[in-house]
């Protein structure tokens, strides 16, 4: 049977205020606009109903697309519980027998009929989400305190709710369980779940769009799944998954990295340093160090370790140029831009005389290879092209002798190799 009165609770859909759980994998403004599209799908589905009455609970700025026919009412209360129990209070207060069933703006794979119920028996009905919260309630007359209270945004919210109301001699009945979306995860399951709402086409054309490669090196410091793609040299070879990105490695020290770290020279400055592990260390040992890395994300992960780190690429003004002691190269770093060669001038304008670059090197020591790579995140997020080089450890001596270096020495610990680089004096 339909509602009575179907309302929607939904906030306006603001950068950096809405769906900031799809971050960095979608920026502020790709989060807003696939909100946006969550609510008009879901006032679609709700205007489709029949109820006598949409009703949207709104918090924020107003919105200009919003439908014809539909009743705007301002959010009242602190938190989630006290907004929603205001809601039914305003709604139902003097009504005798008016089923009013309130969804949230999560869920735009929702259907006219995932909002049907017998309401001819039922006091009340609730929407479980798979995350264990709710995505619908639902009341027949305003029941005082049947939401006031109950812990929101858990993964026990659902039950929760389910007990309270029970606890007030409720008949309920239970609506389809519906997945919310929350994280770049959800948000790819409900796009292919609803390939034709609002909410389901914005999503297609985000991810088939290339983002910038550090919106998902971002992603993968913050735990994030993604996959690095290296494009083969061979113009008929498949293209080859090299791997995940492994963030976890970047937030510890290693056998090999303290290996690396006893031959460094304060200053030490380190080229790409992730979330900070090795300028955590220095610090610690005494020796100053600064990061440089191009991820805001790393470097906010390498402040909040006490390190010293700065948003900058190694190319652009650097504190102290012509004066540190040694530079850091690990994780790979030297294939930074595609140009090993290039990057060992510039860290010798960086370094002072007798200084030097310890550089983590390819395990194939005849490895020189230019190319790019692509990182790949969830939901189907794909980066640019970037360009990067494969350097073992002969490469590495060559070049490092046509940057003014001289290679004093190489090792192997861990499964890693290293090479160190020494200026002329």
Same mark, same amino acid.
């Given at each position: ?46 205007l489709a109903t029949g109820a006598r009455r949409t009703i949207v609970a709104w918090d924020g ?93 858990? #993964?026990?919210? !659902? %039950?929760?709710? @389910?007990? *309270?109301?029970?606890?007030?001699? /409720?008949?309920? +009945? ?128 390498? #402040?909040?370790? !006490? %390190?010293?780190? @700065?948003? *900058?690429?190694?190319?652009?003004? /650097?504190?102290? +140029? ?96 290293f090479v160190m680089l020494r200026l002329a004096g």
């Amino acid at each position: 049977m339909t509602p009575d009165t179907v309302v929607v609770l939904a906030k306006s859909p603001r950068p950096g205020l809405v769906k900031t759980r799809l971050s960095p994998v979608f920026s502020p403004a790709e989060s807003a606009a696939l909100a946006a599209a969550a609510i008009r799908d879901t006032l679609d589905v709700a205007l489709a109903t029949g109820a006598r009455r949409t009703i949207v609970a709104w918090d924020g700025p107003a919105a200009s697309w919003m439908p014809a026919g539909v009743r705007i009412v301002p959010q009242r209360g602190s938190s989630l519980d006290e907004r929603l129990e205001n809601v039914f209070h305003d709604v139902l207060e003097d009504a005798v027998d008016a089923p009013t069933l309130l969804v949230g703006m999560d869920t735009p794979q929702l259907t006219v009929d995932d909002l049907r119920s017998d309401w001819r028996t039922r006091d009340a009905v609730l929407g479980l989400s798979a995350d264990g919260g709710y995505w619908a309630i639902g009341f027949r007359r305003y029941v005082p305190g049947a939401v006031l209270g109950v812990p929101m945004s858990t #993964r026990r919210t !659902g %039950a929760e709710q @389910l007990t *309270r109301l029970k606890k007030l001699d /409720l008949d309920v +009945e239970l609506l389809t369980v519906l997945r919310d979306v929350d994280t770049p995860v959800d948000a790819a399951q409900v796009a292919r779940q609803a390939p034709r709402s609002r909410f389901g086409r914005l999503h297609r054309r985000i991810v088939e769009a290339p983002c910038a490669p550090m919106t998902l090196f971002d992603a993968a410091l913050t735990g994030a799944s993604v996959k690095v793609r290296v494009d083969a040299t061979d113009a008929d070879a498949p293209q080859r998954v090299s791997g995940l990105i492994d963030f976890r490695a970047w937030q510890r020290l290693s056998e090999a990295d303290e290996v690396l770290l006893s031959r460094c020279e304060g200053p030490v400055l380190d080229i790409g340093c992730g979330p900070g592990r090795f300028v955590e260390a220095l610090a610690c040992r005494g020796l100053p160090a600064l990061g440089v890395d191009l991820s805001k994300t790393a470097v906010a992960c390498s #402040r909040a370790r !006490g %390190a010293s780190a @700065l948003v *900058r690429d190694v190319h652009d003004r /650097l504190p102290a +140029e012509g004066r540190w002691g040694t530079i850091l190269l690990a994780d790979g770093n030297i294939g930074i831009g595609g140009d090993p060669l290039g990057l060992l001038r510039r860290c010798r304008e960086l370094l002072h005389p007798g200084a030097a670059a310890l550089v983590e090197t390819s395990t194939d020591s005849a490895a020189d290879t230019r190319t790019t790579v692509t990182l790949h995140g969830p939901s189907g997020r794909h980066s640019h092209a970037l360009p990067w080089a494969v350097v073992g450890a002969h490469a590495l001596v060559r070049l490092a002798a046509m940057a003014g270096f001289v290679a004093v020495e190489d090792w192997r610990v861990g499964g890693r190799a290293f090479v160190m680089l020494r200026l002329a004096g």
